[in-house]
């Protein structure tokens, strides 16, 4: 048994029917190796919740059950469910393709389309979805970008190539891009480890603005940031949920030893 | 605000096209591999009622006379690749050392890159090359002239090789060894010899398969020979010419038996191949016939 | 300390004449070419490219018919081997990515297509092949398609462009499906994954993010392919029937560089030779061309997955 009984503070929020989307039981393997064992969680709507933990605990693969990603690796299986709206993204009715439109990613390294160009990357989805009038692409781009906090820096420059921006610039034309196709959750994979410290605070300030349309979950081993951005914390260790609750709560009075241990440095 | 208004189930089109293009790559695949199986099929058992001792022994007869073989041709093929090899392989090798050991300088980019460059060439523009050079000068056809074309064309494969299982070394092996003390050119051909030694031997054997099958540079420098080898400076007959001469010959026995002598070459050079992938492993584009 | 220096050197000297040995291989090649078409080359000057005659009795030779032959049934080969080749790299890079080493079982097979030599499938060709085309694609495609000036001629008369076509398409699928497939999988998943993060279906991610970053190696191997179409002198010699001609007609015999070598050489001389030698100097120029081009191609690719055009 880890460090006490698992404790789940029973937040206002949670019970609500304001949950955007939430896992029941998620289990997940790769091959063998059993990296989930076991998830419930409710991810509050129009909040940011961030997932925390050691190497290891799962964080990853939790959010890329979230929108389907992790069945596409060789050797990968889901079991559970993860409820969007209450319906079971994973029952044989739902259609992979339709739903990881509405649940976007972005991913820890900025991976802009190398042979497309700043706007054809931003609109990428849309265009895949059958968007053809160049009034609502060129419009569609502009609102994404706007909302990545990337347009006033490369508005003149949308069609040229997207890898001559810097790192933080690449990683906000993700965002956009992700944002574009009108996703009702964002799924944030340690999105500014790669990034420097003013790329980094750029893609905060846009993750607070946008959680007013949006339901955004961003994995971080970045205590502070996670202190920074969430409303909410959810603790993982070793593929097993220890805490969630508020950030605050989390940040100040832990209910677990096992998330005191990790917030105080003790193990990382 | 702007809105997509994007459907929110995915379009009939957009799921029958991927569909559709699974079908298609499918086929593609079955087209790919129709052909081999009809060939193999078709080599097997045409080829397999002309097997004989006497038909892998005897020297060919005229063509209603029974009892004919391909002795000549497969001591011919094997001496002329042969040859190849004792050419190539040290040329190759060094090439293919110098290639990694000093990939910085000019030389061994402009080299390598014409190495690569000849890998692909036209085999019977090397064989006539080697009929202006050697042939005209010695005023004879002869196995020796067909080992240096042979040469021509397994030189590259084996720099090729070498070149790349050596890059494959981590440099911080070598530093080690300089570390000691040990001289650069010792270093080198320790590494050369232990641990590159899969790499060697992978790219003789790419070599010598793909020499073993070549006709076009043999036409003009061994051309042909009805019996056995005597000597290395007289026209030399070899499996892949007599294919040739039986194929367009129009007499049904020679063309049996140049189904039969291509059996033989198949079955050589899948004995090779099978070494090849044994020895290396699951390292997938080095274990390549063609490049 | 003399001992190794001496030792380092020695190697060192070694190792670059073999370097040298290489390019040597290549200028002496183009040297003793030039030197035996001279006389060729001379005579006829650039308008040899696009003489349309090769009389032996009269003396007068160009190599039209052989250029257009050389490039008639590469572009056979090209347009029926293409799409296969990518197609198999596509099905074992995309599709089979949870079944890797069914993947790698059938990259051997179709890699096995390389190790049949070229003789071999001539003589496979003439005795089956032909008669099967002709049953089963050169009638039909007359009958049906005969209007169009490809499919115009008769169909029966076994070895033509088409048949050659046919077999070179097959010999230079898995030179370009392997270089595919290298290309295939060295684009990196997130690529993919972004992709599928929009909605995308499998062919869709295919066709949108793998297909375009890998575009420049996939173009390499087309090109290495095509050289591999010109150069290949054996199987096209026994199935193009050897006659000189220009048409469009793709049942009809032709003739191309290397099989004309192939045949013609042997027992030529004066002014018959130095053409011959001529024609293989623009199949070397050619092949020199073309592989120079895929080889930078591909260098490119190798040196830095990320493509900037």
Same mark, same amino acid.
């Given at each position: 048994?880890?460090?006490?009984?698992?404790?789940?503070?029973?937040?206002?929020? /949670?019970?609500?029917?304001?949950?955007?989307?939430?896992?029941?039981?998620?289990?997940?393997?790769?091959?063998?190796?059993?990296?989930?064992?076991?998830?419930?969680?409710?991810?509050?709507?129009?909040?940011?919740?961030?997932?925390?933990?050691?190497?290891?605990?799962?964080?990853?693969?939790?959010?890329?059950?979230?929108?389907?990603?992790?069945?596409?690796?060789?050797?990968?299986?889901?079991?559970?469910?993860?409820?969007?709206?209450?319906?079971?993204?994973?029952?044989?009715?739902?259609?992979?393709?339709?739903?990881?439109?509405?649940?976007?990613?972005?991913?820890?390294?900025?991976?802009?389309?190398?042979?497309?160009?700043?706007?054809?990357?931003?609109?990428?989805?849309?265009?895949?979805?059958?968007?053809?009038?160049?009034?609502?692409?060129?419009?569609?781009?502009?609102?994404?970008?706007?909302?990545?906090? /990337?347009?006033?820096?490369?508005?003149?420059?949308?069609?040229?190539?997207?890898?001559?921006?810097?790192?933080?610039?690449?990683?906000? /034309?993700?965002?956009?891009?992700?944002?574009?196709?009108?996703?009702?959750?964002?799924?944030?994979?340690?999105?500014?480890?790669?990034?420097?410290?003013?790329?980094?605070?750029?893609?905060?300030?846009?993750?607070?603005? /946008?959680?007013?349309?949006?339901?955004?979950?961003?994995?971080?081993?970045?205590?502070?940031?996670?202190?920074?951005?969430?409303?909410?914390?959810?603790?993982?260790?070793?593929?097993?949920?220890?805490?969630?609750?508020?950030?605050?709560?989390?940040?100040?009075?832990?209910?677990?030893?096992?998330?005191?241990?990790?917030?105080?440095?003790?193990?990382? | 605000?702007?809105?997509?208004?994007?459907?929110?189930?995915?379009?009939?089109?957009?799921?029958?096209?991927?569909?559709?293009?699974?079908?298609?790559?499918?086929?593609?695949?079955?087209?790919?591999?129709?052909?081999?199986?009809?060939?193999?099929?078709?080599?097997?058992?045409?080829?397999?009622?002309?097997?004989?001792?006497?038909?892998?022994?005897?020297?060919?007869?005229?063509?209603?006379?029974?009892?004919?073989?391909?002795?000549?041709?497969?001591?011919?093929?094997?001496?002329?690749?042969?040859?190849?090899?004792?050419?190539?392989?040290?040329?190759?090798?060094?090439?293919?050392?110098?290639?990694?050991?000093?990939?910085?300088?000019?030389?061994?980019?402009?080299?390598?890159?014409?190495?690569?460059?000849?890998?692909?060439?036209?085999?019977?523009?090397?064989?006539?090359?080697?009929?202006?050079?050697?042939?005209?000068?010695?005023?004879?056809?002869?196995?020796?002239?067909?080992?240096?074309?042979?040469?021509?064309?397994?030189?590259?494969?084996?720099?090729?090789?070498?070149?790349?299982?050596?890059?494959?070394?981590?440099?911080?092996?070598?530093?080690?060894?300089?570390?000691?003390?040990?001289?650069?050119?010792?270093?080198?051909?320790?590494?050369?010899?232990?641990?590159?030694?899969?790499?060697?031997?992978?790219?003789?054997?790419?070599?010598?398969?793909?020499?073993?099958?070549?006709?076009?540079?043999?036409?003009?420098?061994?051309?042909?020979?009805?019996?056995?080898?005597?000597?290395?400076?007289?026209?030399?007959?070899?499996?892949?010419?007599?294919?040739?001469?039986?194929?367009?010959?129009?007499?049904?026995?020679?063309?049996?038996?140049?189904?039969?002598?291509?059996?033989?070459?198949?079955?050589?050079?899948?004995?090779?191949?099978?070494?090849?992938?044994?020895?290396?492993?699951?390292?997938?584009?080095?274990?390549?016939?063609?490049? | 300390?003399?001992?190794?220096?001496?030792?380092?050197?020695?190697?060192?000297?070694?190792?670059?004449?073999?370097?040298?040995?290489?390019?040597?291989?290549?200028?002496?090649?183009?040297?003793?070419?030039?030197?035996?078409?001279?006389?060729?080359?001379?005579?006829?000057?650039?308008?040899?490219?696009?003489?349309?005659?090769?009389?032996?009795?009269?003396?007068?030779?160009?190599?039209?018919?052989?250029?257009?032959?050389?490039?008639?049934?590469?572009?056979?080969?090209?347009?029926?081997?293409?799409?296969?080749?990518?197609?198999?790299?596509?099905?074992?890079?995309?599709?089979?990515?949870?079944?890797?080493?069914?993947?790698?079982?059938?990259?051997?097979?179709?890699?096995?297509?390389?190790?049949?030599?070229?003789?071999?499938?001539?003589?496979?060709?003439?005795?089956?092949?032909?008669?099967?085309?002709?049953?089963?694609?050169?009638?039909?495609?007359?009958?049906?398609?005969?209007?169009?000036?490809?499919?115009?001629?008769?169909?029966? %008369?076994?070895?033509?462009?088409?048949?050659?076509?046919?077999?070179?398409?097959?010999?230079?699928?898995?030179?370009?499906?392997?270089?595919?497939?290298?290309?295939?999988?060295?684009?990196?998943?997130?690529?993919?994954?972004?992709?599928?993060? %929009?909605?995308?279906?499998?062919?869709?991610?295919?066709?949108?993010?793998? %297909?375009?970053?890998? *575009?420049?190696?996939?173009?390499?191997?087309?090109?290495?392919?095509?050289?591999?179409?010109?150069?290949?002198?054996?199987?096209?010699?026994?199935?193009?029937?050897?006659?000189?001609?220009?048409?469009?007609?793709?049942?009809?015999?032709?003739?191309?560089?290397?099989?004309?070598?192939?045949?013609?050489?042997?027992?030529?001389?004066?002014?018959?030779?130095?053409?011959?030698?001529?024609?293989?100097?623009?199949?070397?120029?050619?092949?020199?061309?073309?592989?120079?081009?895929? *080889?930078?191609?591909?260098?490119?690719?190798?040196?830095?997955?990320?493509?900037?055009?």
């Amino acid at each position: 048994m880890l460090g006490g009984a698992l404790k789940i503070s029973k937040h206002k929020s /949670l019970d609500s029917p304001g949950a955007k989307i939430a896992t029941k039981d998620l289990k997940a393997n790769f091959g063998k190796m059993q990296v989930l064992k076991g998830i419930t969680l409710r991810f509050p709507e129009n909040k940011v919740t961030a997932i925390m933990g050691p190497s290891g605990c799962g964080k990853t693969t939790l959010i890329r059950c979230l929108n389907r990603i992790h069945e596409l690796t060789p050797n990968a299986k889901v079991e559970g469910e993860v409820l969007l709206d209450g319906v079971n993204i994973y029952s044989p009715q739902v259609d992979p393709v339709a739903i990881r439109r509405r649940i976007g990613m972005v991913f820890q390294k900025a991976n802009p389309f190398p042979t497309m160009s700043i706007f054809d990357n931003a609109v990428a989805g849309l265009k895949l979805a059958g968007v053809r009038n160049s009034e609502t692409l060129n419009s569609m781009a502009e609102k994404s970008l706007r909302m990545a906090f /990337l347009w006033d820096e490369v508005k003149d420059d949308l069609k040229k190539s997207g890898t001559n921006l810097s790192g933080g610039q690449q990683q906000r /034309l993700c965002i956009a891009r992700a944002l574009a196709v009108e996703p009702e959750v964002i799924l944030m994979d340690e999105p500014c480890s790669a990034l420097d410290p003013i790329a980094t605070a750029k893609i905060e300030e846009s993750i607070v603005a /946008l959680k007013k349309e949006f339901t955004i979950i961003i994995v971080t081993h970045n205590m502070q940031q996670a202190a920074r951005v969430s409303d909410f914390t959810a603790f993982m260790y070793l593929g097993q949920l220890i805490e969630f609750d508020t950030t605050s709560e989390v940040f100040e009075n832990p209910k677990s030893e096992l998330t005191e241990k990790y917030i105080t440095g003790k193990f990382g | 605000m702007t809105k997509a208004n994007l459907p929110a189930r995915i379009s009939l089109w957009r799921k029958i096209v991927d569909k559709l293009m699974t079908i298609l790559v499918l086929i593609a695949v079955v087209l790919a591999i129709v052909p081999l199986i009809l060939i193999l099929g078709d080599v097997f058992m045409k080829g397999a009622p002309a097997l004989s001792i006497g038909f892998l022994t005897n020297v060919p007869t005229a063509q209603n006379i029974s009892g004919g073989g391909i002795g000549p041709a497969i001591q011919g093929s094997f001496i002329m690749v042969g040859l190849g090899a004792l050419i190539s392989v040290p040329i190759g090798v060094g090439a293919g050392i110098f290639f990694s050991e000093w990939s910085t300088s000019k030389l061994s980019t402009i080299s390598g890159f014409m190495n690569d460059v000849l890998t692909g060439f036209p085999t019977m523009v090397l064989g006539l090359f080697v009929f202006i050079l050697i042939v005209l000068t010695t005023k004879e056809y002869s196995a020796f002239a067909g080992g240096v074309a042979l040469s021509l064309i397994m030189t590259p494969i084996i720099a090729r090789t070498t070149s790349e299982s050596l890059k494959l070394v981590p440099t911080s092996l070598r530093e080690a060894s300089m570390a000691l003390g040990i001289p650069r050119w010792k270093t080198v051909l320790r590494i050369v010899l232990s641990t590159g030694k899969n790499g060697l031997l992978t790219g003789v054997l790419l070599a010598v398969a793909r020499a073993m099958g070549e006709t076009a540079p043999l036409l003009f420098t061994a051309a042909t020979s009805v019996i056995f080898a005597k000597s290395l400076f007289l026209p030399t007959a070899s499996l892949t010419i007599y294919i040739y001469n039986y194929a367009i010959s129009g007499a049904p026995s020679l063309v049996t038996q140049a189904w039969g002598a291509a059996l033989l070459l198949i079955l050589v050079l899948l004995a090779l191949n099978l070494l090849v992938k044994l020895t290396i492993g699951r390292n997938s584009s080095k274990a390549r016939m063609e490049m | 300390m003399q001992f190794r220096i001496r030792g380092d050197t020695i190697l060192k000297i070694l190792l670059i004449a073999a370097a040298l040995f290489i390019i040597g291989i290549v200028v002496a090649l183009a040297a003793e070419l030039y030197k035996g078409a001279a006389a060729s080359i001379f005579k006829f000057g650039p308008a040899f490219l696009i003489g349309s005659k090769w009389k032996v009795n009269k003396n007068e030779f160009g190599a039209l018919p052989f250029i257009y032959g050389t490039l008639l049934t590469s572009a056979i080969a090209i347009v029926i081997g293409f799409p296969i080749s990518l197609g198999v790299a596509i099905f074992i890079s995309e599709k089979l990515k949870s079944h890797r080493s069914f993947g790698y079982v059938l990259g051997i097979i179709v890699d096995l297509l390389a190790a049949v030599p070229s003789v071999v499938y001539g003589l496979w060709g003439v005795f089956v092949l032909i008669p099967l085309l002709r049953t089963y694609a050169q009638t039909p495609l007359h009958h049906y398609l005969g209007f169009i000036p490809l499919f115009s001629g008769n169909p029966n %008369l076994g070895s033509d462009f088409f048949t050659a076509g046919i077999v070179l398409a097959i010999m230079i699928i898995p030179t370009m499906s392997a270089v595919s497939r290298d290309v295939l999988n060295a684009v990196p998943n997130s690529q993919r994954e972004a992709m599928y993060s %929009l909605g995308a279906t499998d062919w869709e991610v295919t066709q949108k993010s793998v %297909l375009p970053y890998a *575009r420049s190696g996939i173009f390499g191997g087309f090109i290495l392919g095509l050289g591999r179409a010109f150069g290949e002198t054996m199987a096209v010699t026994m199935l193009i029937g050897n006659i000189p001609t220009i048409t469009a007609n793709l049942f009809s015999p032709g003739y191309t560089l290397s099989s004309l070598i192939a045949n013609e050489f042997g027992g030529s001389s004066g002014l018959y030779e130095s053409s011959i030698l001529e024609i293989a100097l623009i199949l070397f120029a050619v092949a020199l061309l073309v592989n120079v081009l895929a *080889r930078l191609l591909l260098w490119r690719m190798n040196r830095g997955i990320q493509i900037k055009f």
